[in-house]
């Protein structure tokens, strides 16, 4: 069993940065791909980042490409989600997620993943 914290949420205002961080305890973390996802109010739950459990094959959503990192400290079971001009559409709660199953592959899809941290609130303001 793993548990996923998440922190470093907060208010920002547009154009500014923040860097969100994943900790995991339990099981085995370092061997499983890992993601982020955000859901808005009253949408979906959406596809954000993810990152193979080596570190070396990263995945974005379009609407992130080039303002976001996804990273990895296995050595620390953290994984990371650097966000830079940011933009008031990327207000959301940020969930982390563990998938057990994916070792070649990575996936934008939530059926994947097992394991779910419990969100951080991200606020962007205008």
């Known amino acids: 069993q793993v548990q996923l914290a998440e922190a470093g949420g907060g208010l920002v205002q547009a154009g500014g940065s923040l860097r969100l961080s994943c900790a995991a305890s339990g099981g085995t973390f370092r061997s499983y791909a890992t993601g982020w996802f955000r859901q808005a109010p009253g949408k979906e739950r959406e596809f954000v980042a993810a990152?193979?459990?080596?570190?070396?094959?990263?995945y974005y959503a379009d609407s992130v490409k080039g303002r976001f990192t996804i990273s990895r400290d296995n050595a620390n079971n953290t994984v990371y989600l650097q966000m830079n001009s940011l933009k008031p559409e990327d207000t959301a709660v940020y969930y982390c997620a563990a998938a057990t199953q994916l070792s070649r592959v990575l996936s934008k899809l939530k059926y994947e993943y097992d394991y779910w941290g419990q969100g951080t609130q991200v606020t962007v303001t205008s």
């Open positions: 990152i193979r459990w080596s570190g070396d094959i990263t």
